[in-house]
């Protein structure tokens, strides 16, 4: 596509409940990453796709994190049994092999109740 | 490890004026260092970069940025400052542990507001 896609743009949910989000990266973008941004916060580094590599997964922050990338492409990240400071906007983005700046989706901003 | 600080956590100026946001950074060997603007309600954009070469990098929408290898820091500016202007500033640097890809670890923002 286009740009970075990211599903959905808001996301209410209950405490407890799993969550998936989706990221779809520019045709040909061999690296996705995961961020996140809580209100007043920084960008915080989540996990990293570099083409068929293992994942960089040094910063998700507990278990319940967890991420796939299927065939090189579409990304989802997976939060279970979400807590209130799970909270934050989740961006996902993506780049070319060898290119230094991303390409980032609108986010996704969960909100857990 | 690399670092980037972003020391002010809001910048005002008067519409017309310069303006200039801080950063510096921490890095070993030489730095790879990036700006991205986060407008309301919008995603990141990318707005410059130093790899290497000329210490003075232009951007877009009229921004540049000096790298001060010296002072270890990485200014975003830009000569006349717009209302639209206004948005979340990122100041970024890459993670040399990475050679596949480039993550990057980004500063905390510093909020411009733009006042007519």
């Known amino acids: 596509g286009a740009g970075v896609s990211q599903s959905p743009s808001n996301k209410v949910t209950e405490k407890g409940k799993d969550v998936e989000l989706r990221c779809d990266p520019i045709?040909?973008?061999?690296?996705l990453y995961w961020y996140r941004q809580s209100l007043g916060q920084g960008l915080e580094f989540l996990i990293y796709?570099?083409?068929?590599?293992?994942?960089?997964k040094s910063g998700l922050p507990s278990d319940r994190f967890s991420a796939e990338r299927t065939g090189g492409s579409v990304s989802t990240l997976t939060i279970q049994r979400t807590q209130q400071e799970d909270s934050a906007v989740y961006l996902c983005?993506?780049?070319?092999?060898?290119?230094?700046?991303?390409?980032f989706g609108s986010g996704t901003r969960l909100t857990v109740v | 490890a690399q670092s980037v600080a972003q020391p002010e956590d809001q910048v005002n100026v008067a519409e017309g004026n310069p303006l200039t946001v801080k950063c510096t950074y921490s890095?070993?060997?030489?730095?790879?260092l990036f700006w991205y603007v986060q407008y309301p309600n919008r995603g990141l954009q990318f707005l410059l970069k130093?790899?290497?070469?000329?210490?003075l990098v232009k951007g877009s929408y009229g921004f540049e940025a000096e790298f001060n290898k010296s002072q270890t820091s990485f200014h975003l500016k830009k000569p006349s400052a717009l209302v639209s202007d206004s948005a979340l500033y990122f100041c970024?640097?890459?993670?040399?542990?990475?050679?596949?890809?480039?993550?990057?670890?980004f500063g905390a923002g510093t909020r411009l507001f733009v006042k007519a």
């Open positions: 796709f570099q083409g068929n590599s293992a994942p960089d």
């Open positions: 130093y790899i290497t070469g000329d210490n």
């Open positions: 970024a640097v890459r993670d040399i542990r990475y050679t596949g890809g480039f993550k990057t670890i």
């Open positions: 890095v070993s060997g030489n730095p790879y």
């Open positions: 983005a993506s780049s070319l092999p060898g290119s230094y700046g991303y390409t």
């Open positions: 045709s040909g973008h061999t690296a």
